[in-house]
């Protein structure tokens, strides 16, 4: 029998309100600020998010896809203050090697915010591949190897948003 996959999660108490914490969220112009993986360069154009359906572009860099590439970051879950989440997609063709550049590849990273009392917010990033190929799930332990980034991600998160 099949184990069951779970999304990775990791969770962070910020002093900050929610609110203060989702701006930086629904800002990809500050999205290279808090990205503890070190891949995010900088948003392709200064468009908030504001609602599911939105995309918002982003460059990016990792040394296995041979540096600079882009991915279209689709919204599928918005509600203020609360909750965020995005697809990612390839952008271009250093991204999308044997993917179709903008089809979806499985991938969704998710933020939920729960107030903690006054002015403290619950944080929890959450990235779920459970839709990815087999392969690209294995060769990155089914998300796990994304945990240090995502504790990184929300240290820099606290210190942008509490600070």
Same mark, same amino acid.
């Given at each position: 029998?099949?184990?069951?996959? &779970?999304? !990775?999660? !990791?969770?962070?108490? @910020? &002093?900050? $309100?929610? +609110? ?10 500050? *999205? /290279?600020?808090?990205?503890? +993986? ?5 948003? !392709?154009?200064? +468009?908030? @998010? ?6 918002? /572009?982003? =460059? ?12 279209? =970051? ?12 995005? $697809? ?6 250093? +991204?999308?090697? /044997? ?7 499985? *991938? ?5 915010? /729960?107030?903690? #009392?006054? #002015? ?5 990033? @959450?990235?779920?591949?459970? &839709? ?14 994304? &945990? ?11 210190? @942008?948003?509490?600070?």
């Amino acid at each position: 029998m099949a184990e069951k996959y &779970e999304p !990775v999660r !990791v969770s962070r108490r @910020i &002093e900050a $309100e929610p +609110s203060v914490i989702f701006a930086a969220l629904a800002d990809p112009g500050r *999205h /290279e600020e808090f990205d503890g +993986s070190g891949m995010v360069r900088s948003a !392709v154009n200064d +468009s908030l @998010i504001t609602a599911v359906g939105d995309q918002f /572009e982003m =460059n990016m860099y990792f040394d296995r896809l041979g540096g600079d590439y882009k991915m279209i =970051n689709r919204v599928v879950e918005f509600l203020p203050d609360r909750r965020i989440a995005w $697809e990612p997609a390839p952008g271009d063709e250093r +991204s999308a090697g /044997e993917i179709e550049i903008g089809s979806r590849v499985g *991938h969704r990273w998710s933020f939920e915010l /729960e107030p903690d #009392g006054e #002015g403290a917010t619950v944080v929890t990033e @959450i990235y779920d591949c459970s &839709e990815a190929p087999a392969d690209l799930r294995a060769g990155m332990d089914d998300g796990r190897s994304w &945990e240090p980034s995502m504790v990184r991600t929300l240290d820099r998160l606290d210190e @942008i948003c509490a600070g």
